[in-house]
């Protein structure tokens, strides 16, 4: 087994509890986060819950209001018989009510009777909505109509009250709001963050109101059939309910279109005999950007925490490899100079080297020999020795067999300091710690 394998080993479960710390640190961390942003996101669809009954409650009591006043006139016989009384009473009316388009007296076949402002143009002209009209004189309810383009090119909404007469359908009484009105005044100043909006619906899935250009007077159903969040959403509201979701939609910033994710609220706005629905919608990014930015600066923060922490693992495991293996190498040169000095006292001539060849000791009997002090020999390549290819095996030949096989045997030639031929018998073998990794390779040689 490797060195670095038993280190490993040996404090595998320091490293085990310092990633399980870590581990436990960045799930904590993500819960927090995640606690923070539902909470966010609870706030904000408390705000737009709110918004959106603030602006139910104003629509509401904006067409209660006048639908009352409506019901009163219609039972004035003025306005039943429509006479010069009448008609200043409908004048009257329309000037005291600005959000008022035009009013009319529609006669119990749909066909204009009398409108201010007045246009002869539109005298005996059937109403435009005819199929809300046709409603009033079935049901002698009062019927709000979606969305429609009156003759004059406003999107518009129309608002007709039955008129009787000798308990007898008459006709009705009307009043036609500008769309835009409407909205100006109760959801068109509803915006959370820069890209958050309300919009309205009818009953039948119309777009009352939307700030997306082309939506308005068109069905939710069409403009967002790419969307089924929204079209799922769009069901619950037609069938008056209330409630918390979330849709995707895209975002459109000059020629750049983004899919983004919107937290919404919708709840119904009733009518009397219809109902339309609101949404208060807002991006998720414009709620939780600044908790995203602070979440990357946490994330960012644990990168560098864990980079710091493994750096430090690293060179504390790297120093404990130093500093045992410092102690192994001095173990291991105590033993050689313990060895040495039994070699010294022998007569057979003794090298040792290092891995590479470098001689680190050689006994007194082969310095003596080849005429040199052990100083002399010490730190320099066992090349010094000199050899003789066609003689014997060369020192780079012994080396590596030694290195491969862990000993070699066989016949060299030496040379002296003063050039004198020595043939030796030589014998060598690698040397290994208590470990079995090879520290040195030692040589002994017999003239």
């Known amino acids: ?118 246009d002869q143009k539109a005298i005996h002209q059937p109403v435009t909505s005819m199929q809300d009209f046709l409603q009033v004189r ?14 004059r090119g406003f999107k518009s909404i129309i608002v007709h009250v039955p008129v009787i007469r000798n308990g007898s359908f008459d006709g009705t009484f009307s009043i036609l709001f500008r769309i835009s009105s409407v909205i100006s005044r109760y959801v068109q100043d509803i915006k959370i963050g820069q890209d958050g909006y309300a919009w309205v619906i009818s009953q039948s899935g119309i777009e009352i109101s939307c700030p997306i250009p082309g939506h308005v007077g068109n069905s939710v159903f069409t403009n967002c059939k790419d969307f089924p969040d929204i079209i799922a959403m769009a069901k619950r509201m037609i069938r008056g309910e ?34 339309w629905s609101i949404v208060v919608a807002t991006p998720e990014d414009e709620v939780i950007g600044a908790l ?10 644990a990168l560098l925490l864990i980079t710091g922490i493994v750096g430090l693992i690293y060179l504390l495991f790297r120093n404990s490899l130093l500093v045992e293996e410092i102690e192994r190498r001095k173990k291991a040169e105590e033993k050689i100079r313990l060895q040495a000095l039994v070699l010294d ?44 290819p066609k003689k014997g095996a060369t020192q780079k030949e012994i080396i590596k067999e030694t290195l491969e096989h862990g000993s070699w045997r066989g016949e060299v030639v030496n040379y002296a300091k003063d050039g004198r031929e020595i043939i030796m018998d030589c014998r060598t073998v690698l040397v290994r710690d208590t470990d079995g990794i090879p520290i040195a390779m030692a040589g002994v040689g017999t003239d």
């Not at 209330?242 to 119904?268: C, E, L, N, Q």
């Not at 995203?292 to 923060?301: E, W």
């Not at 680190?360 to 050899?387: F, M, P, Q």
């Open 1 to 118: 087994m490797k060195l670095g394998e038993m280190h490993i080993l040996r404090y595998w479960k320091y490293v085990f509890f310092i990633v399980l710390f870590l581990g436990l640190n960045i799930v904590l961390l993500y819960l927090a986060y995640d606690n923070i942003k539902r909470e966010m996101i609870d706030n904000l669809n408390v705000r737009q819950m709110i918004h959106a009954k603030q602006a139910a409650i104003g629509i509401e009591t904006f067409f209660r209001t006048d639908i009352e006043s409506l019901k009163q006139l219609a039972k004035n016989e003025h306005i039943i018989n429509l006479d010069n009384r009448g008609m200043e009473l409908m004048q009257e009316f329309f000037t005291s009510h600005e959000e008022i388009s035009i009013i009319s007296r529609i006669d119990n076949d749909g066909r204009i009777l009398y409108a201010i402002p007045f």
């Open 138 to 151: 079935r049901t002698h309810q009062v019927v709000v109509s979606d969305v429609f383009l009156n003759r």
């Open 242 to 275: 209330s409630g918390v979701t979330t849709y995707h939609f895209d975002r459109i910033r000059g020629k750049a279109v983004t899919t983004v994710k919107k937290h919404a609220v919708f709840m119904p706005i009733n009518l009397g005999s219809t109902m």
């Open 292 to 301: 995203d930015a602070f979440r990357n600066k946490l994330i960012l923060i």
């Open 345 to 388: 006292q022998i007569e057979d001539r003794v090298t040792i080297t290092d891995l590479s060849g470098n001689i680190t000791y050689v006994n007194e009997a082969e310095a003596a020999s080849l005429g040199h002090s052990c100083e002399e020999l010490i730190g320099r390549s066992i090349e010094v020795y000199g050899d003789d």
